[in-house]
């Protein structure tokens, strides 16, 4: 499966003969299901994961096609790690799947109400509204920024930023929306952040080899909501690995389960 990179100037770094993509928070939830469906097409998969045993134990269930490798999309220093780790182990990078993300900062087990409750910008906690862009943010940017060498390196490469439609300004400011009340200054606000930087990179990356889009999953039962979302993961995932596995998708589109999405 890896080859011996003869590009490499030490010869120590190794080539996979399989496109590589990366998904970062891959341990659980929609980023666990878009790696085991990409390790089932043509990718190894590398499961991005904050604490490295509960990435094994993910990667080991996927399959021979996937590994995993420590991320923590808020730790400059294990970003580098596993940047280097990728670039030293696989010798390519041709998917980045931006899917790590936190829906507010406070003590575990908040309903979904209460979690809409912290975000509003009246009362909003401004340390629980930072943690929060520190990963679905700029952890983004960093992710992003550390692993574009070798993205450029791939014959094509794509970013895939997992975004959400509770983060779009177009669909909240028409009151006919009905996520609408939910949109507060938090985890909503992060994914309009979020989309904002998709477009920035998609415009300064469209002469090159590398497209990148937003893609929203849908109202999904995972962690992120206590469970409260309505698909299932298999479902939330299908928009993901869509987007992932398209050839020729426009740079710079934002999509969901139901087609195009507004900004
Ligand atoms: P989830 O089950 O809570 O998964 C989130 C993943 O992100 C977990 O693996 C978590 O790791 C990881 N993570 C959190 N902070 C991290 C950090 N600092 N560094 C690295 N990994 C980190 O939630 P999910 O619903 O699958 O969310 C996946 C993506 O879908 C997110 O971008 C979310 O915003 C988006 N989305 C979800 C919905 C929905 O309804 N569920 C709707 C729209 C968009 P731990 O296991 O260590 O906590």
Known sequence: MIQQNETS????????????????????????QVATELAAHRFLVLVGSRNLENGETAAKSIGTNACAIQLDVTDQASIHAAADRIRNEFGRL??????AAISNAGAPGRSL????????????????????????????????QALLPLLREAPTAKIVNVSSGVGSLTLNADPA?????????????????????????AIELESTNIRVYAA????????LNNFA???TIEEGSRNIVRVALEENGPTGSFSGPDGALPW
């Open 177 to 201: 929306f009905p996520y609408r009340s939910g949109f507060g200054v938090g985890y909503a606000a992060s994914k309009t952040a979020l989309n904002a930087i998709t477009l920035s990179f």
């Open 216 to 223: 929203s999953p849908g109202f999904t039962a995972t962690a």
């Open 9 to 32: 100037n030490a010869g120590y770094n190794t080539i996979s003969d399989k496109p590589v993509a990366f998904v970062t928070g891959a341990n659980q939830g929609i980023g666990f």
């Open 113 to 144: 109400e209460e979690m809409i409750a912290s975000g509003r910008a009246s009362v909003s906690s401004i340390d629980e509204v930072r943690a929060v862009f520190e990963t679905n943010v700029f952890g983004v940017i960093a992710v992003t």
């Open 94 to 99: 041709d998917l980045l799947v931006n899917n």
């Open 229 to 231: 979302g309505t698909e």
